[in-house]
């Protein structure tokens, strides 16, 4: 079975930056695409990065291109969200995502595991 655990949320002010991080347990992380999500208060669960199970593949949301990185260490069964230039409309609950195929993908269903989210809240 694979766990994951984010950790590194908080709350900053408009334009900080913030890393997340995703521990996964249970399996070599190398074989899995991971993505992160996030859900905004009162909205549904909104995608925002992917990235294949060996790194090379990324994919990002409009709303986060160019400000938010997600990256991986295999060695570490570890995945990131390096996340800049925070802006209020970032705030939410965001979780790591595991799915059990290296390829990237968009959609929340076609993601097998989840960890249990960490908050982010911006505001000045």
């Known amino acids: 079975q694979v766990q994951l655990v984010e950790s590194g949320g908080g709350l900053v002010q408009p334009g900080d930056s913030l890393r997340l991080s995703c521990a996964v347990s249970?399996?070599?992380?190398?074989?899995?695409?991971m993505g992160w999500f996030r859900q905004a208060p009162g909205k549904e669960r909104e995608f925002l990065a992917t990235i294949s199970g060996g790194g090379s593949n990324t994919l990002y949301a409009d709303s986060v291109r160019g400000r938010f990185t997600i990256s991986r260490d295999n060695a570490k069964n570890t995945v990131y969200l390096q996340m800049n230039s925070l802006k209020p409309e970032d705030t939410g609950v965001y979780y790591c995502a595991a799915r059990s195929s290296a390829w990237i993908h968009t959609t929340d269903g076609r993601y097998d595991y989840w960890g249990q989210g960490t908050q982010v809240t911006v505001s000045s």
């Open positions: 249970g399996r070599t992380v190398s074989g899995y695409a």
